[in-house]
């Protein structure tokens, strides 16, 4: 499995009222943990929207196990952890200062012509995209056995 990572430092504008990271702010983390995996395996999300293709978001979930704070640094990291041609799903997890767990998340997404928001294929519309997915793919068996 292909593994991305990205680190930010927390913004104080990313903090709420209590001095911790507003939650929403988590997904627009594994927005950008999921961009910096589709270019670390050579693609970009803009090429799609240039050729009128989204990827909307059509279920997401996220486990909250520790508050993040100002100046903590994060590393999001981020996987395919299912892709069928037509609905990709990520996996996220996000630590804090290195190694304390804080998010776990998946997000699913389907690709859409932007005009009708009818689905469509990645393996039609981009074959090379489409293979690289299922290289980088989660295989069960091979998680299964560690």
Same mark, same amino acid.
């Given at each position: 499995?292909?593994?991305?990572? =990205?680190? %930010? &430092? ?8 209590? #001095?911790?990271?507003?939650?929403? $702010? ?51 990291? =981020?996987? %395919? &952890? ?8 990520? #996996?996220?997890?996000?630590?804090? $200062? ?49």
């Amino acid at each position: 499995m292909f593994m991305s990572e =990205t680190n %930010i &430092e927390v913004r104080y504008a990313e903090t709420d009222q209590m #001095g911790i990271v507003y939650h929403a $702010n988590y997904l627009i983390w594994m927005e950008i943990g999921r961009t910096k995996l589709m270019e670390d395996l050579g693609f970009h999300y803009t090429k799609m929207e240039e050729d009128g293709i989204l990827a909307p978001v059509i279920d997401i979930q996220v486990s909250y196990h520790h508050p993040v704070k100002y100046g903590d640094d994060i590393t999001i990291k =981020t996987w %395919i &952890e299912d892709y069928n041609g037509l609905r990709t799903t990520y #996996g996220y997890k996000i630590f804090s $200062n290195h190694d304390n767990l804080v998010v776990t998340g998946f997000s699913k997404h389907v690709c859409v012509k932007k005009d009708t928001f009818k689905p469509l294929s990645l393996r039609k519309l981009y074959p090379d995209w489409h293979q690289a997915y299922l290289k980088a793919k989660k295989d069960p068996h091979i998680e299964g056995l560690k």
